[in-house]
């Protein structure tokens, strides 16, 4: 298209710049042909004139559309040209902090010189198995390429690194290794990829040093070939160098350091293996001082040491060789400072005994005199003689630092060998990946022979390289049938040619050095004549005769001739060499000199100090030994090297590196477009710029380009075929024919084709949104419009109602106003009424008053002398009364005492006849004295009331006296009342004087009401305001309550999330507990299925050489699957001297590494258990405090119960004690007579009898006291009842003869004469009530209920020695019942006996409960339900006991056969657990309760194999999953298992379970990549330890079952070890499936979640570049969303189908999510092209479809939806906005699931696809990482999608009855037998 067309106002452009090299521009006038100039605007707002060149009118570069930069790879660019290059990577570098960026097949890494988290184990795994153009550019990428096509093209690989010092080519080939290491693993276990690792710090701490440029450079060039076997496994490697710069070990320019390993074993001088190398400070010697930098900033050079001599270690080079080592670097530091002195002008000296020299004599072992004379002359040899000659001082400087050099040079060759041989394995190599380390492309000020080689060797690869991409570019043409037309590009070979053919530089060199008198002049000067005129490449200085320029590919260099000659000979002095060969104490030096003589060239350098630096090679050892091999040159050698290299890559597939350093400063993330560009130009990445260019850079698939730019189309030019739709309308859009090519996938365009289209989709799309934008805001004016309007008339609305209610309430005020001012009136008119009416009243109420108070008055008086009167008549007539009753009462009294003595006696003599009651009954002798007692207290009881009573009279007696003379002193009063009347007269005067102060007091309280009144008013205004002050302060108090209640319900809240918190910490500790329990299982089942592995192999190779002899593994695998932690490593050692004995070639070193190594995973593993149960021990402790207070509370109730519980397992202990002994005297007596009368078996039995009888005395009186306290509650509750209903003193007498007991009686009485003497002390008023004669018969009453009471008293004796006499007679019989069930007992086994003991004891119970209930239903209904509830409580706590003792001696007998079996140490422990070893086997009485079917199947011994084949190996799981009842294979198992309990078989059980768990194991082995295989055994598995829970007869596990399914408990064996095994196993199955579940569900992923375009037309595709992309369109053999969902409905149907626990199915189901979810992540965060806004979208989208799955199958609540959280919240960071300071506050807030590093990484590779969209500012994410640098998370990038949570296995017991399931004939097991 013509120019004007691109070339038009807005357009941008790049103009050249001084400083930054290019600087973009803007049009502000369009272009028009014929032009001179462009007027242009910087960024910056400058307007510029920029002039065009006359001659070739080439307009500046087009610069690229903004969502163009940015591309992972280059050559997706449109424009391809320098300044987008350089633009392109510097936006990668600096603004989206990404160092790789593809170049086509280039791979473009700029050095950060900052360490970034990008070289991870999971990055690794992230880029395994990827293809190259799907991911990010990574080193890791380029590797994965290398490796993925050895693997698929059978093709050796090269990965050539390259660059200049300090551009990171050691960093990134050393990331290339580590890849291999990672991903391929090696092939045996000598861990080969360690050792290539290793050899890393060797060759760095030889090879690497620092420079001005790199603190760790590389100082010479490695090839190393990684060898894989034919199963793509690292087996070895192998290393060749090339140009080691021998120079540095003498010499160091400013701010330069020797080798690091010198600086190394400075450090580490002060170590005792070091002391006899006599080193010190890198200061104090001249060969590491002369750089003035000893010390490299973050390095430790000791620690660099050490991991120095690890890695020596490692590769096999032992301690004597590495001290050896050491030992020859420090004599080259002494040689150094070996000082040599000028004697005259041709001849120097050493001065005896010179330190260093000395030294390095004795490290070398090496003469003194020998050394000192060949340091300072040389020998010359002639035809005829030979001559020493003395060498002057500089000569001789030169020939010490040549030696320095060859020593070091043979060294490192030496390691070189060394690391190789380690590197070597003995397997056959099937292919090789080689990764190539040199430099790169060189120019200096001063150029010598070492850039001349550099630059020489850049240029073969540069020629290689320019081969390799125009064939790649030829194929792909070729491939997609485009016209091929032939590409210009540059080629390097006419420069190679004159470096190298014949009569080049390096044949001039030759030649020269063989001249006897030849120079470095005349070396020139041949240059000259024979190449200046013949050669366009070859220049010579102006201003110089002794340089030359040469024009290499990159750039011109200019090389100064001096040094050569001299370094093309590289010569050194033989006689020195002689004095080290015939060292006699150093082997190791001898050793470097050894084949000196073989050499196909000599490695040192001729002496010198010319030049930069100096280089060596590697000798070819594959070469002759003639003298003239011998002389050949480095210059030879080096291109004989290079040759050798260049076959070898073009026998290879490259990929190629480029190295680029950003700054010459060091500094992090600074980018020198100066620097940057020398550095591009000089790598040929610009030149595979121009080589693309040249052709159609821009490759489209025709589905991609019909996505992109349907936009451009018309409805009536999509046709159903895309490909002739993209023809016609690019016919349309691209008039110019040639600018695009039709391949047969792809369209094919030339540079900037794909701008101008993008110009046209966004014309069209920007025309669409000004469409819309029109539109919407059309409809956003109305709608405003529409508003307002809708407003005013609201307004308006209002305003009048406002208007109109003021005028009614104007109205309603004036008629209101006139209503109050009439009232008004009318109550004053009123008022002014009622003032005169109350005077009125007032006066008439005064006179009326005066008038009745005197006609009062008159009254009162005659009534008060009436009642004066009258008192005194009634006194007189009352004294008399009360003389008359006083003689009365005395009278009784005396004839009542004297009745009451007769009585007395009466009593007494009826009291001591109960002595015959002793003569009746002996037996109540004891009761009787009880009550003698009682009746004796009752007698001084009645003797201390008969005195109480005397006294009482005498008291009478004495208060009659005085009641008499208080009736003489009441005449008195008589009298004195009489002189009082007399005064009755002043006392009326008084009363008048009274009357006027109260008319006076009367004014007062007038004046004080008023007074008053107005206080009152006072005080009321106080009150208000004290009202008012104490609302505000109840408002204070509501608000400080409210506050506080605020405060308390925060403080409620935090302590409920601090629990919570502590909970989920807990949780999240046993979740990690079990995780690492878990993963310790994984690695022990690899390392487990490792040894199977080589023990099978063993036996193979053992079975070759010995066909007839084969081991079974039956024993061996009994063994190796018991699991029983205390026997495993017996057992482990058992299997591994098995293993021997099997194969006898097995390397006793590595199988004591893996019995070690799974011994140590062993004990890991319990400690990790016992750690385990320790949290859920402690979790159960948390969750349990409430329980504990609630126990506490109800441990008063349990005091008795527990009591019993003791008693009754004393009473246990000693019955099975007694039971011991019976049988012992049992089995020692056999032959005699056991039942005789003084046999042992007699005594035992008379024994046990009178234990029976003392225990039946026992009961008897705890029943006795149990009815003595039913009778007490009975009597207190009647008592209680008749004490409330007592109202008259009648009921005394029913009271008081209910009260048995004496106390009782005394508290009854004293009660009573408490009562009648309260009314003592007014004898008047007791005469005038007639209180004296209650009294009288009060004491009449007390002495009838006292004869009541003896009556009362002597009948219950009678009916109570009666009952005594009844009960012994009882307890005679059942004594003899108890000798009865005794004898029974004793025929009965232990559990029966106690059974039924307890059963007795509750039916005798029961009865005398019986008996109690029919003398008083009432009350002892409440007790016998109380006792019963007692007993009911006590047998289950029994039973518990029992089961706990069964248990425990169960596990008493396992433990000391265990104990019987390692003392024995040969037996075979045929013995069960559930017996002891010593102990005799006693067959158990097991009673059959029913003969119906007891849920148990009997097999043979010899049909186990046929029941584990036909049930677990040969069994398909869908038939069965289909057809049958879930889990019916566990059923099986365990009812087989049942009967073998049942018969006490223990070898039958051990067997049946081991044979069970090697099944499964191998059934798994042999099909574990089979889902449905894995997931019906992983349920079968869970479900056969289910029933091993649910009847072993805990009750923990026996809530939910049946009565008959507890019958059905194992009764014999404890199967919790094994039900740890199984437990296990089910966690090996379930770990199993996930991984098998990755495996299918891996492939779909990326496709599915991010790839495919769920929701059509939402993204578009960007342009993409040479790499391969994988498409957003899904075609036929993609997979979509869909198929994920698919998947998993499989899934999940398949587990359901197989009866997998829905707790189980739940936390797969969150696995799998998991694994969708942190792939996705991973992925997103690796590929910079789905980072855009639409694609935030698809994904949320994605999202919601698998929540909606979750929902349809309720699976809602399984924590499946949380483990998506980071990929949703990174879907929202894509959509959001991402501008201001609010918006990145709401990206912290939002993505709390993503770390730091990820959020940054999502807004790095942010990426808009539209124009319209905006990339995220560096300023916007310097922003969110200040925001969140207080974060506290782990710096790892990618999620770990190898993590699997922790499995648990929740009991869930089985409702399904055993006895009920039917075995199918389609499984083959009619050998089975139901019992």
């Known amino acids: 298209m013509a120019a004007s067309q691109l070339y038009t106002k807005l357009a941008r452009v790049w103009i050249p710049d001084a400083e930054e090299v290019w600087k973009s521009a803007e049009l502000t006038k369009d272009y028009k042909n014929g032009d001179a100039s462009l007027q242009l605007m910087l960024e910056d707002g400058t307007n510029i004139e920029h002039k065009l060149d006359p001659k070739t009118k080439n307009l500046p570069y087009l610069r690229n559309p903004d969502i163009l930069v940015g591309e992972n790879d280059l050559t997706a660019l449109s424009y391809l040209h320098e300044p987008a290059v350089l633009h392109n990577l510097k936006v990668r570098f600096i603004d989206s902090k990404l160092i790789y960026t593809y170049c086509g097949i280039v791979l473009v890494a700029i050095n950060p010189y900052e360490t970034l988290p990008i070289y991870g184990t999971d990055i690794i795994n992230a880029y395994s198995g990827q293809n190259m153009g799907d991911m990010d550019p990574h080193i890791f990428a380029v590797a994965e390429e290398a490796y993925k096509q050895m693997a698929r093209d059978e093709r050796n690989q090269s990965i050539i690194v390259s660059g200049e010092s300090g551009a990171g080519k050691t960093v990134s080939a050393k990331y290339a290794m580590r890849y291999f290491a990672t991903v391929s693993g090696s092939a045996s276990e000598a861990n080969v990829e360690e050792k290539v690792l290793a050899s890393n710090p060797i060759m760095e701490a030889i090879g690497n040093a620092k420079t001005t440029r790199n603190d760790n450079s590389s100082r010479f060039g490695k090839y190393i070939e990684i060898g894989f076997d034919n199963r793509y496994r690292i087996i070895g490697a192998n290393m060749r160098t090339y140009l080691l710069e021998k120079s540095r070990v003498v010499f160091q320019a400013d701010e330069e350091r020797n080798y690091h390993i010198f600086y190394?074993?400075?450090?580490?001088?002060?170590?005792?293996?070091?002391?006899?190398?006599?080193?010190?400070?890198?200061?104090?010697?001249?060969?590491?001082?002369?750089?003035?930098?000893?010390?490299?900033?973050?390095?430790?050079?000791?620690?660099e040491l050490c991991t120095t001599r690890n890695a020596f270690t490692l590769l096999g080079i032992n301690e004597s060789y590495q001290m050896g080592l050491f030992q020859v670097l420090a004599a080259i530091l002494h040689l150094g400072n070996v000082e040599i002195k000028e004697r005259d002008s041709d001849s120097c000296l050493i001065p005896p005994n010179n330190r260093h020299l000395t030294a390095f004599c004795e490290l070398v072992g090496v003469t003194y005199q020998d050394m000192s004379q060949w340091l300072c002359h040389r020998k010359l040899k002639t035809a005829a003689e030979t001559y020493i000659k003395p060498l002057p001082r500089l000569q001789a400087t030169n020939a010490r630092d040549a030696l320095s050099k060859h020593i070091y040079a043979k060294l490192f060759n030496w390691i070189v060998e060394h690391v190789n041989k380690a590197l070597i394995t003995n397997v056959k190599q099937h292919s090789f990946i080689g990764v190539l380390d040199i430099y790169g492309f060189e120019t200096f000020e001063i150029n010598s022979f070492e850039q001349f080689c550099i630059n020489y060797a850049n240029e073969k690869l540069q020629q290689q390289f320019n081969m390799h991409v125009f064939k790649l570019e030829q194929e792909e043409y070729m491939k997609e049938q485009i016209p091929w037309t032939l590409i210009d590009f540059y080629d390097n070979q006419p420069c190679i040619n004159l470096i190298e053919a014949k009569m080049g530089i390096l044949d001039l060199l030759d030649e020269e050095c063989k001249m006897p008198k030849g120079s470095d002049d005349s070396w020139a000067q041949k240059l000259y004549n024979t190449h200046l005129k013949t050669c366009t490449l070859f220049e010579k200085p102006r201003m110089s005769n002794r340089a030359f320029i040469i024009q290499h590919f990159a750039d011109k260099v200019e090389y100064q001739c001096e040094g050569f000659l001299e370094k093309n000979k590289d010569t050194v002095n033989e006689e020195q060499i002689n004095v080290l060969k015939a060292s006699k104490k150093f082997d190791l030096l001898v050793e470097l000199f050894r084949d000196e003589e073989k050499a196909t060239s000599p490695t040192g350098q001729v002496p010198g100090t010319g030049g930069r630096t100096r280089l060596s090679i590697k000798p070819d050892k594959s070469r002759g030994t003639s003298s003239k091999e011998h002389k050949k040159t480095v210059g030879c050698q080096f291109r004989n090297s290079l040759q050798m290299l260049m076959d070898t890559l073009n026998a290879t597939t490259p990929h190629y590196v480029r190295c680029i350093k950003p700054n010459d400063?060091?500094?992090?993330?600074?980018?020198?477009?100066?620097?940057?560009?020398?550095?591009?130009?000089?790598?040929?990445?610009?030149?595979?710029?121009?080589?693309?260019?040249?052709?159609?850079?821009?490759?489209?698939?025709?589905?991609?380009?019909?996505?992109?730019?349907?936009?451009?189309?018309?409805?009536?030019?999509?046709?159903?075929?895309?490909?002739?739709?993209?023809?016609?309308?690019?016919?349309?859009?691209?008039?110019?024919?040639?600018?695009?090519?039709?391949?047969?996938?792809?369209?094919?365009?030339?540079?900037?084709?794909?701008?101008?289209?993008?110009?046209?989709?966004?014309?069209?799309?920007?025309?669409?949104c000004i469409r819309i934008q029109k539109t919407i805001r059309c409809w956003l004016a109305r709608k405003k419009y529409m508003r307002k309007r809708s407003a005013a008339i609201t307004i308006q609305r209002f305003t009048r109602g406002y208007q109109a209610r003021c005028l009614a309430k104007f109205m309603r005020r004036t008629q209101a106003a006139t209503i109050i001012q009439k009232y008004q009136r009318m109550y004053m008119e009123r008022k002014r009424y009622r003032q005169k009416q109350a005077a009125a009243l007032a006066m008439q109420t005064i006179l009326r008053a005066y008038m009745a108070r005197q006609k009062y008055q008159a009254l009162l008086r005659e009534h008060k002398a009436v009642i004066i009167q009258k008192h005194v008549r009634g006194w007189l007539a009352r004294c008399w009364y009360k003389r008359c009753l006083h003689s009365i009462v005395y009278l009784q009294c005396c004839i009542r005492r004297m009745k009451a003595k007769r009585e007395l006696k009466k009593l007494k003599i009826e009291a001591r006849s109960v002595e015959h009651f002793k003569k009746l009954n002996k037996g109540m002798e004891n009761k009787i004295m009880q009550l003698q007692r009682k009746i004796d207290e009752q007698h001084k009881e009645n003797r201390s009331i008969s005195e109480r009573l005397v006294g009482l009279e005498s008291s009478y007696s004495v208060e009659s006296e005085r009641m008499r003379g208080e009736l003489s002193r009441l005449r008195g009063a008589e009298e004195d009342a009489k002189n009082k009347a007399n005064q009755l007269s002043s006392l009326q005067e008084e009363l008048e004087r009274l009357r006027r102060e109260l008319s006076v007091t009367q004014q007062e309280k007038k004046t004080i009401e008023d007074w008053a009144q107005t206080y009152r008013d006072e005080m009321e205004k106080m009150v208000s305001e004290l009202k008012d002050q104490n609302g505000l302060l109840k408002k204070e108090k509501d608000n400080l309550n409210r506050l506080i209640q605020e405060q308390s319900q925060q403080m409620t809240e935090k302590m409920a999330r601090a629990i919570a918190e502590e909970t989920q910490q807990l949780e999240t500790d046993l979740n990690e507990e079990r995780s690492r329990y878990q993963n310790l299982l994984t690695e022990h089942l690899r390392l487990e299925e490792k040894y199977d592995d080589l023990k099978e192999e063993m036996a193979l190779s053992s079975n070759v050489s010995k066909p007839g002899h084969r081991r079974t593994d039956s024993t061996h695998s009994s063994n190796e699957s018991e699991y029983t932690y205390n026997s495993e490593y017996a057992e482990l050692e058992e299997g591994s001297r098995a293993a021997e004995d099997v194969t006898r070639g097995l390397d006793t070193s590595l199988t004591l590494k893996l019995q070690k190594r799974l011994t140590e995973l062993e004990q890991e593993k319990q400690s990790l258990r016992n750690e385990l149960e320790n949290k859920e021990e402690q979790f159960q402790r948390a969750r349990a405090r409430d329980d504990e207070e609630f126990k506490k509370a109800r441990g008063a109730e349990l005091e008795y119960e527990s009591l019993k519980r003791q008693e009754l397992e004393s009473e246990n202990k000693k019955l099975k004690h007694d039971l011991a002994e019976m049988r012992q005297s049992l089995l020692g007596d056999a032959a005699t007579g056991v039942g005789a009368p003084g046999s042992p078996a007699y005594k035992v039995l008379l024994d046990q009898l009178n234990a029976s009888c003392e225990e039946l005395e026992v009961r008897k009186e705890e029943v006795l006291i149990l009815r003595s306290q039913l009778v007490s509650q009975k009597e207190a509750m009647h008592h209680k009842d008749e004490k409330e209903t007592m109202t008259e003193p009648s009921v005394y007498v029913e009271d008081v003869s209910k009260l048995k007991d004496a106390d009782e009686l005394k508290q009854a009485y004293i009660g009573l004469k408490d009562t009648n003497r309260s009314a003592a002390p007014d004898f008047h008023k007791l005469n005038e009530d007639g209180e004296l004669w209650l009294v009288n018969q009060g004491l009449k009453e007390t002495i009838r209920l006292l004869e009541h009471q003896l009556q009362t008293q002597r009948r219950s004796y009678d009916n109570e020695v009666e009952a005594l006499r009844g009960e012994l007679q009882n307890v005679k019989e059942e004594n003899n019942r108890q000798q009865q069930l005794l004898a029974q007992n004793l025929q009965l086994p232990p559990e029966a006996?106690?059974?039924?003991?307890?059963?007795?004891?509750?039916?005798?119970?029961?009865?005398?409960?019986?008996?109690?209930?029919?003398?008083?239903?009432?009350?002892?209904?409440?007790?016998?339900?109380?006792?019963?509830?007692?007993?009911?409580?006590?047998?289950?706590?029994?039973?518990?006991?029992?089961?706990?003792?069964?248990?425990?001696k169960k596990q008493l007998k396992v433990y000391s056969k265990r104990i019987g079996e390692m003392g024995a140490g040969q037996t075979e422990g045929q013995t069960s657990p559930g017996q002891m070893v010593d102990e005799p086997i006693h067959p158990v009485n097991i009673p059959r309760r029913e003969k119906d079917f007891q849920g148990m199947l009997e097999y043979k011994k010899e049909d186990e194999l046929k029941l584990v084949k036909n049930l677990i190996l040969e069994l398909k799981p869908r038939g069965v999953a289909v057809n049958l009842i879930p889990g019916l294979p566990a059923y099986i198992l365990f009812m087989c298992l049942r009967h073998a309990d049942y018969v006490n078989d223990d070898q039958k059980v051990r067997t049946l379970l081991t044979s069970t768990i090697n099944s499964i194991k191998k059934i798994l082995k042999k099909r574990g990549d089979d889902f449905e295989t894995v997931s019906f055994w992983l349920a079968n598995t869970c479900r056969f330890l289910h029933c091993l829970k649910q009847y072993s007869g805990d009750e923990a596990f026996m809530k939910h079952n049946t009565s008959r399914q507890n019958e059905h408990c194992l009764s014999n064996f404890d199967l919790a070890e094994y039900r740890q095994v199984i437990s296990d196993l089910a966690i090996q199955i379930y770990q199993q499936l996930i991984k098998c579940m990755e495996n299918i569900l891996q492939p779909m992923i990326v496709s599915g979640m991010l790839e495919h375009e769920t929701i059509q037309g939402v993204s578009g595709v960007k342009p993409t570049g040479l790499r391969k992309r994988t498409s957003s369109i899904a075609d036929e053999g993609t997979y979509t969303l869909d198929s994920i969902l698919r998947q998993l409905s499989a899934f999940h149907s398949t587990m359901c189908q197989h009866g997998t626990d829905p707790e189980l199915i739940k936390q797969v189901v969150k696995q799998q999510f998991y694994i969708i979810g942190a792939v996705t992540l991973n992925n997103l965060l690796l590929r910079k092209d789905m980072c855009s806004w639409s694609k935030g979208m698809q994904i949320r989208y994605n999202v919601s479809q698998q929540e909606e799955w979750l929902r349809d199958k309720g699976l809602m609540t399984?924590?499946?939806?949380?483990?998506?959280?980071?990929?949703?919240?990174?879907?929202?960071?894509?959509?959001?906005?991402?501008?201001?300071?609010?918006?990145?506050?709401?990206?912290?807030?939002?993505?709390?699931?993503?770390?730091?590093?990820?959020?940054?990484?999502?807004?790095?590779?942010?990426?808009?696809?539209?124009?319209?969209?905006?990339?995220?500012?560096?300023?916007?994410?310097?922003?969110?990482?200040?925001?969140?640098?207080?974060?506290?998370?782990?710096?790892?990038?990618?999620?770990?999608?190898?993590?699997?949570?922790?499995?648990?296995?929740?009991?869930?017991?089985s409702s399904l009855a055993l006895e009920t399931i039917q075995i199918p004939s389609s499984l083959n097991l009619g050998f089975l037998t139901r019992v």
């Open 665 to 768: 400063f060091k500094m992090a993330f600074s980018f020198d477009p100066k620097r940057a560009v020398q550095q591009l130009r000089a790598c040929g990445v610009l030149e595979t710029i121009r080589i693309s260019a040249a052709g159609f850079p821009s490759r489209w698939t025709y589905q991609e380009f019909f996505s992109r730019y349907r936009v451009l189309m018309k409805q009536k030019d999509v046709l159903s075929d895309k490909k002739l739709t993209c023809r016609n309308v690019l016919e349309k859009l691209v008039q110019d024919q040639d600018k695009y090519q039709f391949g047969k996938t792809k369209i094919f365009f030339r540079a900037g084709q794909v701008a101008y289209l993008e110009k046209l989709r966004a014309d069209k799309l920007r025309a669409a």
């Open 1758 to 1853: 399984c924590g499946a939806k949380e483990t998506l959280e980071p990929l949703i919240q990174a879907a929202q960071l894509l959509q959001v906005k991402k501008k201001t300071d609010e918006d990145a506050e709401a990206i912290c807030s939002m993505c709390q699931a993503l770390t730091t590093a990820q959020i940054v990484k999502v807004l790095n590779l942010y990426t808009p696809v539209n124009e319209f969209e905006e990339r995220v500012s560096v300023a916007f994410i310097r922003t969110i990482q200040t925001r969140l640098r207080d974060r506290c998370e782990s710096p790892q990038l990618l999620m770990d999608t190898k993590m699997i949570y922790p499995v648990t296995f929740p009991f869930s017991p």
């Open 1393 to 1448: 006996r106690i059974e039924a003991s307890l059963q007795h004891e509750i039916t005798r119970l029961t009865n005398e409960n019986l008996e109690l209930m029919a003398e008083d239903p009432t009350a002892s209904r409440e007790a016998r339900v109380i006792i019963l509830r007692r007993m009911v409580d006590l047998m289950e706590q029994l039973e518990k006991q029992d089961r706990t003792i069964r248990k425990l």
């Open 264 to 303: 190394q074993l400075c450090a580490s001088s002060h170590l005792p293996e070091f002391k006899n190398l006599k080193l010190s400070s890198a200061n104090d010697f001249l060969y590491t001082r002369q750089g003035r930098s000893p010390v490299i900033d973050g390095v430790d050079d000791t620690k």
